[in-house]
T-cell receptor, first 112, second 116 residues
């Protein structure tokens, strides 16, 4: 039982490049989330998916897109990376919306 | 705009001390308040509180919610060096009074350092 897994663990991008962060959970959870964490800003919700087939914007969705590929997987895409998107990205999942969330290990992204 | 404010921002104590961490909030359509502990990597869930006055307890940690005064406290008794972490408070609320979508707002966290 791996819980929530994220790939990659680290990534360096140049401004304007695109990439997709992958997240998968094996707990049969309905809801999944993407957060970013910046020093002094705390955790901020980017997008979430309350259930398979639905996605909703969080607090800071601009510059990102998401796909809930199936119940297990929820990906986050940066179409044109900017230095302001340098951050640590966490994926999380929970049985129900915003109930007890289990977090993945995080992806440290640097955009130069 | 929803607000979640944690205090203090950082705290240094000695092993064996008791600490109280605070979380105050201003949100509309409150549903729940959650506490997480974040060590080196990902946050881990501690408590979820929905009702006023009911203490949640897990070992040396306990938490209580006051929905009238809009705050929660997290107590840690007989602290150990392993309690050193950032403690995060988050408040869940409905996006609008008539909708079914929810939102979660995190505070900036309290950095607790427990020295031997």
């Amino acid at each position: 039982n791996a819980g929530v897994t994220q790939t990659p663990k680290f990534q360096v991008l140049k401004t304007g490049q695109s990439m997709t962060l992958q997240c998968a959970q094996d707990m049969n959870h309905n809801s999944m989330y993407w957060y970013r964490q910046d020093p002094g800003m705390g955790l901020r919700l980017i997008y979430y998916s309350a259930s398979e087939g639905t996605t909703d914007k969080g607090e800071v969705p601009n510059g990102y897109n998401v796909s809930r590929l199936n119940k297990r997987e929820f990906s986050l895409r940066l179409e044109s990376a900017a230095p302001s998107q340098t951050s640590v990205y966490f994926c999380a999942s929970s049985e129900f919306s915003f109930y007890e969330q289990y977090f993945g290990p995080g992806t440290r992204l640097t955009v130069t | 705009e929803d607000k979640v404010v944690q205090s203090p921002l950082s705290l240094v104590v000695h092993e064996g001390d008791t600490v109280t961490l605070n979380c105050s909030y201003e949100v509309t359509n409150f549903r729940s308040l959650l506490w997480y502990k974040q060590e080196k990597k990902a946050p881990t869930f501690l408590f979820m509180l929905t009702s006023s006055g009911i203490e949640k307890k897990s070992g040396r940690l306990s938490s209580i919610l006051d929905k009238k005064e809009l705050f929660s406290i997290l107590n840690i008794t007989a602290t150990q060096t392993g309690d050193s972490a950032i403690y995060l408070c988050a408040v869940e609320a409905k996006r609008d009074s008539g909708g079914s979508n929810y939102k979660l707002t995190f505070g900036k966290g309290t950095l607790l350092t427990v020295n031997p």
